[in-house]
């Protein structure tokens, strides 16, 4: 019973490279997300999707692309690192959207912009 | 939109002692509330979560919560902290209608001996 798996655990990219940072669920839900966590700022969201085929922005949307062709998988693209993008990041999933949905979350990606 | 602000950034406890973390939220109709926890290197966990019906829910590890809609709070509280409670604790709100959940900006709980 895997729950959330992110991918890769820990990486460091230069400015301007690109990247994929995968997530996948087993639990047959219907949302996912992915939030960045910084010092002091909590959990700010940046992409959802209520489904298969289905995404929108979040709060901090911007140098990051989502895509959800399968339920379980969602990934997030970074299009051109930048170090303001050093963060970690967690996917989570719930079995429906809606507010009333505890959120099942990976155990994040930590993610270093040089 | 809802917002939730949580007003502690560090609380230190001494072990053994009694541990109390504030939660205040904006929404103008009820909430769905919620606690998680991350230790350190880890995602988040769901502590416990308040929907309706009583305003005390209880949560694993020991843990309970009480809504109070009068002070728009959801303050999380727990007896006697145990060392391995030394944790960042975030407050999340949700809400009718949305897709998605807010989360506070968290409290770091640091446990003294």
């Known amino acids: 019973n895997a729950g959330v798996t992110q991918t890769p655990k820990f990486q460091v990219l230069k400015t301007g490279q690109s990247m994929t940072l995968q997530c996948a669920q087993d639990m047959n839900h219907e949302y996912m997300s992915w939030y960045r966590q910084d010092p002091g700022m909590g959990l700010r969201l940046i992409h959802y999707?209520?489904?298969?085929?289905?995404?929108d922005q979040g709060e901090v949307p911007n140098g990051y692309n989502v895509s959800r062709s399968t339920t379980e998988d969602f990934p997030l693209r970074l299009l051109s690192a930048a170090p303001s993008q050093t963060s970690v990041y967690f996917c989570?999933?719930?079995?429906?959207?809606?507010?009333?949905?505890?959120?099942?979350f990976g155990d994040g990606t930590r993610l270093s912009i040089l | 939109a809802q917002s939730v602000t949580q007003p502690d950034i560090h609380i230190t406890v001494s072990e053994g002692a009694s541990l109390e973390l504030r939660c205040n939220y904006s929404?103008?109709?009820?909430?769905?509330l919620f606690w998680y926890v991350q230790s350190p290197g880890q995602g988040l966990q769901l502590l416990l979560k308040?929907?309706?019906?009583?305003?005390l829910v209880q949560g694993i590890k020991g843990f309970e919560a009480e809504f109070k809609r009068s002070q728009s709070s959801f303050n999380l509280r727990k007896p006697s902290v145990h060392w391995s409670d030394a944790a960042e604790y975030f407050c999340?709100?949700?809400?009718?209608?949305?897709?998605?959940?807010?989360f506070g900006k968290g409290t770091m709980l640091l446990v003294s001996p």
């Open positions: 929404y103008g109709a009820t909430p769905y």
């Open positions: 308040y929907f309706s019906g009583d305003t």
């Open positions: 999707s209520v489904g298969a085929g289905i995404t």
């Open positions: 999340a709100v949700g809400a009718k209608g949305y897709s998605t959940l807010t």
């Open positions: 989570a999933s719930s079995p429906q959207p809606g507010g009333n949905q505890p959120q099942h």
